[in-house]
């Protein structure tokens, strides 16, 4: 943060977590992706901001319904931050090498959150610029015998996949998963009931048909996709209701669970899976990749994310 500058010192500093903090809002044009992006609560993140534009004596955003914008003075400070953060990377970047070096093989299935990795790879490459990380995306159950070959360091797998020993790796992420459909819609009315869903092996689709089939529901399959866009386009247009991360259900989406009869689907998990390499590299990968899912359950587990907000998954 700025310090308050004394009648007779020199000027306040602006801190390069606080920049780093500015650019991101204004690049995204949202406090809560930007506290996504630097892993920092948005409550944390309106604070620096508010002391930041306190101490400047003037507002740097705009605040509006869906979206902030900059303030002409925060376009003016965002020129001298972008400068001031490349200028601090150079002068790291030259008078420090490295700490930690290596190479690391991560694995992940298509149904772990975009919105997450990016972020967090990002991050890891400007704390550890001298680790290359390699990224496959496959199934689950192919993630773990690529662990097994010895051809991943670490891999991320969801649990419930047909075929698959969920005993393996160590859990990290667990959220509701729950019935979702157009909000006012229809198609939770209709019978049989409807439904978007993706392959047969999914634990989602698995846990949605056991559930019906325990109660007796009839049900049939009316839209099928591997993405959750997909997924999403057969709900909004009130063809089918799905099974989904509560995280995800955002408007025109409501949920359905407690409604129409319709059965609880239990718990969507994601297990951290290592193989035999266990370098430094490896271990401070798998820490940040622990850490993130952390922030994304302190954003999202308590609210209903903006329509703009929420990351996106992929089913299966």
């Not at 000027?11 to 044009?29: K, N």
């Not at 509006?64 to 303030?71: D, G, H, S």
């Not at 999403?232 to 955002?250: F, G, H, K, N, W």
């Not at 390499?277 to 899912?293: G, P, T």
Request: with cysteine.
């Amino acid at each position: 943060m700025l310090e308050p500058s004394n009648p007779g010192t020199t000027a306040p500093l602006l801190e390069s977590d606080v920049l780093r903090t500015f650019v991101a809002i204004a690049e995204s044009g949202s406090f809560t992706r930007a506290a996504g992006q630097i892993y920092r609560s948005t409550s944390a993140v309106s604070m620096q901001i508010k002391r930041l534009e306190d101490t400047l004596g003037r507002p740097l955003f705009v605040r509006e319904a869906r979206q902030v914008r900059l303030t002409p003075a925060g376009e003016t400070l965002l020129g001298y931050a972008r400068r001031l953060l490349k200028l601090n990377e150079e002068a790291i970047a030259h008078f420090l090498q490295p700490a930690l070096q290596g190479r690391v093989r991560f694995g992940t299935p298509a149904d772990v959150g975009t919105r997450i990795l990016p972020g967090l790879l990002a991050l890891f490459a400007r704390s550890h610029p001298g680790v290359e990380v390699d990224v496959s995306v496959a199934r689950s159950i192919d993630m773990i015998e690529r662990i097994d070959a010895g051809e991943l360091d670490l891999a991320l797998i969801t649990t419930g996949n047909l075929g698959q020993d969920d005993s393996r790796g160590e859990p990290i992420h667990s959220e509701p998963l729950v019935w979702a459909g157009r909000s006012g819609g229809v198609a939770a009315l209709r019978t049989p009931l409807p439904l978007a869903l993706a392959s047969p092996d999914c634990a989602w689709r698995r846990q949605a048909l056991d559930a019906l089939d325990r109660i007796g529901r009839g049900y049939r399959i009316a839209y099928s996709s591997e993405q959750t866009s997909g997924q999403e386009a057969a709900m909004i247009a009130d063809l089918a209701i799905a099974p989904y991360p509560a995280s995800l259900v955002r408007p025109p989406l409501q949920r359905l669970d407690g409604q129409y009869g319709l059965p609880q689907l239990g718990d969507y998990r994601i297990n951290l899976l290592r193989g035999s390499n266990r370098s430094d590299a490896v271990e401070v990968l798998a820490a940040q990749v622990i850490a993130a899912f952390a922030e994304y359950r302190s954003r999202f587990g308590g609210h209903r994310p903006e329509a703009s907000e929420e990351p996106t998954w992929h089913a299966g």
